[in-house]
């Protein structure tokens, strides 16, 4: 299982720490990644992080706005949003991937989500 | 960047019918192709990967097939729980994972 929490109403230019807890499986055996979905439309990866977190990528979209991590020891996944923008309003999902690494795998587990809305 | 596009982006069908969307990508892919399955109020779940992989737990009339940018994921008889909008998802410019824009399935 995974729970999101953090999500919130912030006005534009403001910052947001999204979690994630990770529950039921071994946290440090897979990489991680956030992605997100303007309700009703599709879905767009944000960022990625490896088990180690010795791998990590962004989306353009949010290079050098956002930074992720993750804590083993805690099972938990962080998302560091800053310089928010109205665009950056969406339903962030906590996602575990099917490989301990950032290379070609399918996005194997979905958390809930937790809305994030970008306004003044 | 690679680009997938999905066709129908909706399409209505009836209990028992067979149903195809396809999944094309901007440049070949291999078989780093995945396919989920989103219901209204829910997040996505794995239904197909590597292209033609069944996921564990995921009923046999979902089929997926195709390989290079030309890809189908095949549902034999639908059910009424198929309805759903699926999304085709590219692993092979991982970490960068891009998705189709989704197809709305309605039972009619």
């Known amino acids: 299982q995974l729970v999101e929490s953090g999500g919130g109403l912030v006005q534009p230019g403001r910052s947001l720490r999204l979690s994630c807890a990770a529950f039921?499986?071994?946290?440090?055996?897979?990489?991680m990644y956030w992605v997100r979905q303007v309700p009703g439309k599709g879905l767009e990866w944000v960022s990625g992080i490896s088990w180690d977190s010795g791998n990590i990528a962004y989306a353009d979209s949010v290079k050098g706005r956002f930074t992720i991590s993750r804590d083993n020891a805690k099972k938990s996944l962080y998302l560091q949003m800053n310089s928010l923008r109205p665009e950056d309003t969406a339903l962030y999902y906590c996602v575990r991937y099917s490989s301990s690494e950032l290379i070609p795998s399918p996005f194997e587990f979905w958390g809930q989500g937790t809305l994030v809305t970008v306004s003044a | 960047d690679l680009q997938m596009t999905q066709s129908p982006s909706s399409l209505s069908a009836s209990v028992g019918d067979r149903v195809s969307i396809t999944c094309r990508a901007s440049?070949?892919?291999?078989?780093?192709l995945n396919w989920y399955q989103q219901k209204p109020g829910k997040a996505p779940q794995l239904l197909i990967f590597?292209?033609?992989r069944l996921y564990s737990g995921v009923p046999s009339r979902f089929r997926g097939s195709g390989s290079g940018t030309y890809f189908t994921l095949t549902i034999s008889s639908l059910q009424p729980e198929d309805s759903a909008t699926y999304f085709c998802q590219q692993s092979y410019s991982a970490p960068e994972n891009t998705f189709g824009q989704g197809t709305r399935l309605e039972i009619k």
């Open positions: 590597a292209a033609s």
């Open positions: 440049q070949t892919i291999g078989s780093f």
């Open positions: 039921g499986f071994n946290f440090e055996d897979f990489a």
